[in-house]
């Protein structure tokens, strides 16, 4: 979470202003900052909103804490890890799918996530990408779902 934290910090400094749009977030994150691409920027927009780390008002973005409070070197880049920041809304949604694996399979949470880990090792894709596949194997009918991983994972 202070990775997570410490890079919004950056961001907002280096850009000098504490508001900014979604898109402008992005671009700087990937583009002008050159951290990530821009699908894993939009990741990075969306965890931070997650953790109530960001607010979003009228579609700009302002960070939920002082920024000048916050010392980062000016040279910082942060990890591909930080984008594997658990939130309250990613526990949720892999639960969801999770609960509805063990109700389908008539098995309990721990063999659900097992299932999915082996999913996982095998696709390499995000837990909660490897959780649908799963569900989906299985019958469950993951369109419900579907919305709120694509959301989760930044994707439109």
């Known amino acids: 979470m202070d990775e997570l934290r410490d890079a919004i910090a950056l961001l907002f400094k280096r850009k000098g202003r504490d508001e900014l749009s979604e898109r402008e977030f992005v671009l700087s994150a990937s583009m002008d900052l050159r951290w990530f691409p821009p699908r894993d920027a939009q990741r990075l927009l969306q965890l931070g909103l ?6 979003s008002r009228g579609g700009s ?21 930080i984008l594997e920041t658990a939130t309250p809304v990613s526990e949720d949604v892999f ?3 999770v609960d509805a694996i063990a109700s389908k399979s008539g098995t309990d949470r721990k063999a659900a996530i097992a299932v999915v880990n082996a999913v ?9 990408v490897a959780a ?6 299985i ?8 919305g709120a991983v694509k959301a ?4 439109p």
């Open 61 to 81: 973005i302002r960070p939920a804490f002082d920024v000048s409070a916050i010392e980062v070197p000016r040279d910082y880049v942060p990890t591909a890890e």
């Open 120 to 128: 996982q090792e095998r696709m390499d894709v995000e837990l909660e």
């Open 95 to 97: 639960l969801r799918i």
């Open 152 to 155: 989760r994972l930044g994707v």
């Open 139 to 146: 019958g469950v009918d993951v369109k419900p779902i579907l």
């Open 132 to 137: 649908l596949v799963a569900a989906h194997r």
């Open 50 to 55: 997650e953790t109530k780390l960001l607010e």
